[in-house]
């Protein structure tokens, strides 16, 4: 018999829609756990991230009747990451020793948090879901996260493939986590630099229950450069090659002016004048718009602001 105490944390934003289902499938997942022997107790956190529909109202509703359901409610939305954050915070200082993260449209698959759970109890401090293929990702979406990968992947960000943030973690890395003090989160990247004794379980990702993505790709977008500014220094120290490579060519087109002047030959030079203007206009503006990224980030961090409020707590 294991006494491990489980708890899932769900962020939700506008999720009316699924959060009924939602219940009812992590419910029975949590109560077929507790009927092997595999968990003591299972518990679900959700954390309402400022929804302006009748999320609360139904976290509320539903943590009446089912004792295994509670909630937070921040004050105004602050986007998945610091929502997810949230709760774990919360959870860090909880009585559950084992925390499962996963998005409320049922993407994931809860029968996955199964397994988690046995490897947790085998001693593994984190295990990672891994989505095995995206059958259901429209191609657009599909693509789109694949290169995202990739290019994370060439700047240096250690990150799991096509893992997102469903996945277990032990109190102990959970407490770890909490503790990095920075405001701008990547998440999957922070917790693949915890170390600690780690697993993946695979899995298929389904499509949304109800309710659309609230992930556009400006979202998409956003979420990428953040994951790369903070955790690599990568993009600066390209731009210093492309500083170097430019110096270069310069000395060249410097060489064959002068040459070209010595020589009297008149150039006309419109195009090569307006060539380089623009070219080398956009380089620098794409430079001071990378230098800007990690300016931005520095100014977030030492504002030092808190991440969130919480408005209302149900908890047991
Ligand atoms: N979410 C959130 N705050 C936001 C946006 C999203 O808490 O500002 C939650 C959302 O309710 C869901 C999870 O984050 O539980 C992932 O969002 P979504 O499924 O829309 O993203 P996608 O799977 O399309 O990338
Ligand atoms: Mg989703």
Known sequence: ????????????????????????????????????????????????????????????????????????????????????????????????????SIDADLQDDVQAIIEMTGRFNEGIDIVYGVRKERKTDTFFKKHTAQAFYKLMQTMGGDIVYNHADFRLMSKR?????????????????????????SAFVYYDRHERFAGESKYPLSKMLNF???????????????????????MLIAIGI????????LTGHTIQGWTSL??????????????????????GKIYKEVKRRPRYFIEKEISR
Not at 65 to 88: S, T, Y
Not at 89 to 94: D, F, G, H, I, V
Not at 224 to 246: C, E, H, N, Q, Y
């Open 254 to 261: 410097i060489g064959y002016a002068l040459y070209a002047h």
């Open 224 to 246: 990428a450069i953040d994951g790369i500014t903070s955790f690599s220094v990568k993009p600066l120290r390209l731009i210093t090659t492309f500083g170097i490579i430019f």
């Open 1 to 100: 018999m294991n006494t491990t105490k489980l708890v899932i944390v769900v962020p939700c934003y506008n999720e009316e829609e699924v959060l009924h289902e939602t219940t009812r499938q992590l419910s029975s997942v949590l109560h077929g756990m507790e009927q092997s022997g595999q968990i003591k107790e299972g518990c679900l956190m959700y954390v309402d991230d400022g929804s302006r529909d009748a999320t609360w109202s139904l976290i509320e509703q539903l943590s009446e009747n089912n004792p295994r359901v509670m909630g937070l409610k921040l004050a105004h939305n602050v986007g998945h990451q610091q929502a997810l954050w949230a709760g774990l915070e919360w959870a860090a200082t909880s009585r559950f020793d084992a925390i499962v």
């Open 274 to 295: 307006l060539i380089s203007l623009w070219f080398i206009g956009g380089a620098i503006l794409t430079a001071i718009g990378v230098i800007g990224e990690y300016i």
């Open 173 to 197: 890395t959970l407490q770890a986590l909490v503790s990095h003090p920075e405001r701008n989160l990547f998440l999957r990247g922070m917790v693949r630099g915890l170390g600690y004794p």
